[in-house]
């Protein structure tokens, strides 16, 4: 029983972590998705001059200064910059397993919602790597965490953590303004609480923080040269329109619901009149729009049929985009829709049936409350702007990990305790989601691994310089863009050939392709269907032109 005990009581969202490392060590030196952009920053800094990568839209700046102190520390590496990111994932979900507790929930409860963060497949993906997503929701979740301080208790020593960890994630990424935004919102609501000297010391100590940060902005955006990407490789976003917005709240509901299953559906509800009514009405629009959207995954980038990770060579990212090398189908996918629309549809009932027994709750947990479903809000709205070119699945994440916090909090006295079946059932769900992104890891890393080694074979056995490789979205940004982007400005025409890719003679790749012979391959081993894949490298036929 003393055993049973200290693991009730351990945070198990460690254990997971910390078991992912054993299982799928993170000791690979190679870029992943966009991390290379970022691990680029770093090692300029650690020369000895900060600068914005001309590829990035994001500022990066607090996530630069955190890899370069551990690159100080360990010796500057991949594998150095992502054993920061695990550790800033342990943060995040240490920050919103805080954060429910701060807005009422149980210690259970708030456990769990640490847990569910860490067992989802994209953010477990994404701690594996260099990118900005998990380092801005450690600062998020940090800064909500101390910002519900504050508003259940102000004080000038909680308002400059909350502003300083609010700076540190719009330095981090932009949309970390909104932090403030929403806090000013509810803020409004329990303003006249304060007395008048106490506010102006509390406001001062809140703007204190930005006035750093926004020169520090305000020079970033002026004096750094963001180039961004070749145009021809991504679909643009047309001016929004009804259609166009029913649309992406229907597949963000979805896709949100599937992310929250864990904790919505175990959940035991006792049924009112009013809340029966918001979930049927949610449900049967979003039920009604499966016909024209199909199963899940429906946004791009990490999640997919059936795996983790983007497929960044080019015969997945252009000539077969539906193409994956373990596939579950729509048999697999439509249950898992159903399931997502029935946890997205119990979620926006239990929060709209608290709204309306508002009254009868704590005023700071009402405005808690208000401050979190807010920002949830503009997070998701704000990567929708049409300066973006597509929208991702993990720019949800953010809005996720307070969904979650709102989730785990107690919503009205119509909602009981959590019975043991309940539980159970919670953690079974929480188990295979983490096994999933385990396998869909490993996958990852072990494809890319194989690919890295299949440019080596191209670069020292065939002595093919990198000009002439086309080796998939990471190689070609780090060794060739340089040349590719100078090519480009001198006016020559390089499209059609991918990301950066200035002569495809030689080629990595999943499949076969026409015009091209294959002269090697390298296996690996994939969790995937528990099978041996291979990466080809190919060469183009000498009568075939290039593609």
């Known amino acids: 029983m003393n055993v049973l005990h200290s693991i009730r009581r351990a945070p198990l969202y460690a254990f997971a972590l910390l078991l992912a490392v054993i299982v799928v060590p993170p000791t690979h030196d190679f870029p992943l998705n966009d991390d290379w952009v970022y691990a680029t920053m770093v090692r300029w800094h650690l020369d000895g001059h900060f600068a914005v990568h001309p590829y990035s839209s994001a500022f990066a700046f607090s996530q630069t200064i955190w890899g370069a102190l551990w690159s100080l520390v360990l010796g500057y590496s991949y594998t150095t910059l992502r054993v920061s990111t695990l550790a800033l994932a342990v943060l995040a979900a ?151 917005t029913l649309v992406f709240a229907t597949i963000t509901t979805l896709t949100l619901g599937l992310f929250l299953l864990p904790v919505t559906l175990p959940t035991p509800l006792r049924w009112s009149r009013r809340r029966a009514y918001v979930f049927a009405c949610t449900l049967g629009l979003m039920l009604g729009m499966l016909p024209l959207l199909g199963p899940l995954p429906l946004f791009p980038n990490i999640l997919r049929d059936f795996g983790v990770g983007p497929l960044l060579l080019r015969d997945a990212t252009v000539f077969n985009r539906d193409w994956s090398p373990f596939r579950a189908g729509p048999l697999f996918w439509w249950p898992l829709t159903v399931l997502a629309a029935l946890s997205a549809a119990f979620f926006v009932a239990s929060q709209i049936a608290m709204r309306h027994k508002a009254r009868r709750v704590h005023r700071i947990r009402t405005t808690q409350r208000f401050f979190l479903l807010v920002l949830a809000l503009l997070l998701i709205v704000a990567p929708a702007i049409p300066a973006h070119s597509v929208y991702f699945d993990r720019y949800l994440l953010p809005t996720f990990a307070l ?84 090519r480009l400005r001198a006016g020559e025409d390089l499209g059609g050939r991918g990301w950066w890719v200035v002569d495809d003679a030689y080629a990595v790749s999943f499949l076969p392709r026409d015009g091209y012979e294959e002269i090697d391959r390298v296996a690996y081993t994939s969790w995937l269907g528990f099978t041996q894949r291979h990466i080809l490298i190919l060469k183009r036929k000498a009568d075939s032109l290039s593609n």
């Open 94 to 244: 240490w920050a919103v397993a805080q954060s429910a507790r701060e807005a009422g929930a149980s210690r259970w409860a708030s456990r769990c919602a640490g847990l569910v963060l860490v067992a989802n497949p994209i953010f477990l993906n994404l701690a594996y790597t260099f990118m900005t997503d998990v380092p801005f929701i450690a600062c998020l979740a940090l800064s909500v965490l101390f910002h519900l301080r504050l508003l259940r208790r102000a004080s000038a020593k909680t308002a400059v953590g909350a502003s300083l960890l609010a700076t540190a994630a719009f330095l981090d990424r932009q949309f970390g303004l909104l932090i403030p935004v929403a806090f000013t919102l509810a803020l409004a609501m329990t303003w006249r609480r304060i007395y008048l000297r106490d506010s102006i010391c509390i406001s001062l100590a809140y703007i204190a923080p930005w006035l750093v940060a926004i020169p520090i902005a305000l020079w970033l955006t002026y004096t750094q040269d963001m180039v961004f990407y070749p145009s021809e490789a991504v679909s643009g976003l047309r001016t929004p329109d009804a259609a166009m």
């Open 403 to 486: 969904l979650l916090i709102l989730a785990a909090a107690p919503r009205s006295a119509r909602i009981a305790s959590p019975s043991s079946r309940s539980r159970k059932a919670t953690l079974i769900l929480c188990a295979l989601s983490y096994a999933f992104s385990i396998v869909s890891l490993q996958d990852y890393l072990a494809w890319n691994r194989a690919r890295w080694q299949a440019v080596d074979v191209l670069r020292v056995v065939h002595n093919v310089p990198d000009t002439q490789i086309d080796g998939g979205y990471e190689f070609n940004g780090i060794y060739t863009s340089d040349a590719y982007m100078a």
